[in-house]
């Protein structure tokens, strides 16, 4: 089964559940967001750099007044309408469900943040350095394809863009 149609892990329920959350958050020697990925190893992955994701979003056009399904509709039919940029190792885009998921993972960190009093203003600029290295392994280690990246930009633009 193709990478991109496993659910990341489900999110913690209970407090045994969450000291896993805070296990994970810790980096540690050796954890796969430490372990950087080499781009030669997944010659597919087209968005590797961000420089190269944002290019190919300004080179987009604008469609105005064209009239589309709703982001919620097309997502719940399985469309990613947000995170074109994450890709599994044979560079195929995350499906809607896919990306609802790692939406989630996103949700779970962010309250762990927000319980312990350390949730930032912005995510963009407002986050601790070690929480945000403790993101990163988090958004890593729970969604594989974040991996497929330089200095793991695209578990920050998650955190970004939500």
């Known amino acids: 089964m193709p990478l991109s149609h496993h659910p990341c892990p ?12 805070a296990r994970l958050s810790r980096p540690s020697y ?3 967001a430490e372990v950087p990925l080499r781009r030669q190893d997944f010659p597919k992955v087209e968005w590797w750099h961000r ?3 944002r290019k190919h979003k300004k080179s987009q ?5 064209k009239s589309k399904k709703r982001g919620g509709t097309r997502a719940a039919n399985g469309e990613n309408t947000r995170y074109g940029f994450i890709e599994d190792a044979n560079g195929n885009p995350v499906d809607g469900f896919r990306a609802a998921a790692i939406r989630a ?7 762990y943040l927000y319980n312990r009093g350390r949730a930032p203003d912005t995510w963009a600029r407002g986050i ?17 394809e ?15 863009l939500e």
């Open 30 to 32: 050796g954890h796969p």
């Open 10 to 21: 489900p999110p913690p329920t209970t407090p045994s559940a969450e000291s896993s959350v």
């Open 51 to 53: 420089k190269d994701w």
């Open 105 to 111: 993972r996103f949700r779970v960190y962010a309250v």
């Open 146 to 160: 974040l991996r497929y990246c330089e200095g793991n930009w695209k578990a920050q633009e998650v955190g970004i």
């Open 61 to 65: 056009p604008t469609e105005f007044g």
């Open 128 to 144: 601790e350095p070690q929480d945000r290295l403790a993101f990163d392994s988090w958004m890593c280690a729970t969604c594989p």
